[in-house]
């Protein structure tokens, strides 16, 4: 066995095999296989991780790009990545590192502490979970965000949201943000672009906000998959009855890439859609992503409505909230802001 390799959590015996409970998926993995993220592996009918440490990717990043716009605005965060996916989604951006195992192309070999250390030394404010997909590196990111807790350090998961309850709320008692996901609001779609199940991300966003980590939710929006109106009408009803309209919606321009290199990129018109839809089922705080369209990367108070944060791509170019309140008339607006 390679040494790296660590015991893994979340699994149980299944007949002959082991039962994952990682991520819905729940794949029963037989001596010698590998799981669909190609993360976790039976070896002697014992679980295993080979994602613990060996990182692929690893950047100073500003909190904007995460996207992050209620979290620690103008903050720098230290991202980190170990190779695998839970999903396969056709438009991956990151494939090259989500949909391969990890080892394999591992630039890095730091530990927990480590990495907070170097937080600390360069007075970062946080540490991200990202480019892959961090589930898949659950038990590093759970050792970093416990160690980072006991240095006054927030952690971040940006993630497609597909892990089971019980490891999801063991994480959330260390961590800090997370940004979902959302792909869509069609089960059916949700399947044939990723693999995974809809509902099950519903849950995790529903799970986040019950054990309080701060939460904005990523929804790109890809021609001919996830334009659908209603749909986007009812993801944004779904998220208002489950008292949602106060975290950050980023909509996101989708440019061709990996499996859908064929189609065309979104036209604006359908962000500006998605933002009047938006508006009209009493969601708070929209904003547009990897498109630069005057004033939908702004922040306006929702009591007074003057601008409160002016954004130019990932740069805070003026920002008048105060500690945590709107300077013009003193209402507290949602988000970690300090
Ligand atoms: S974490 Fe990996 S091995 Fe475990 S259930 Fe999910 S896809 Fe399967």
Known sequence: MDSTYKQALY????????????????????????????????????????????????????????????????????????????????????????????????????????????????????????????????EFMLETAKQAKLSGIKTIMISNGYINKLPLQELSKYLDAANIDLKCFDDNIYKKLTGGKLNSVLETIKTLKENGVWLEITNLIIPNWTDNLNSIREMCKWLFKNNLAEFPLHFSKFYPTYKLIDLPPTNSEILFKAIEIAKEEGIKYIYTGNINIENTEDTYCTFCNKLLIKRSGFTVIENKISKDSCIFCGKIISGIWS
């Open 11 to 138: 699994w149980e015996y299944s007949q002959n095999a082991i039962k994952c409970k990682l991520c819905p998926h729940e794949c029963i993995i037989n001596d010698g296989h590998s799981g669909i993220c190609k993360t976790r592996i039976n070896i002697d009918n014992q679980l295993y991780t080979k994602a613990f440490g060996n990182i692929c990717s690893a950047s100073i990043d500003p909190i904007e790009k995460k996207p992050f716009f209620h979290f620690l605005p103008s903050t720098k965060t230290f991202s980190v990545a170990i190779e695998g996916c839970t999903f396969h989604c056709l438009n991956c951006q990151n494939f090259s590192i989500s949909q391969t195992e990890p080892t394999k192309i591992s630039k890095y070999n730091l530990t927990p502490l480590e990495i907070v250390e170097f937080v600390l030394k360069n007075n970062y404010n946080s540490i991200s979970f990202t480019y892959s997909e961090p589930v898949v590196f659950y």
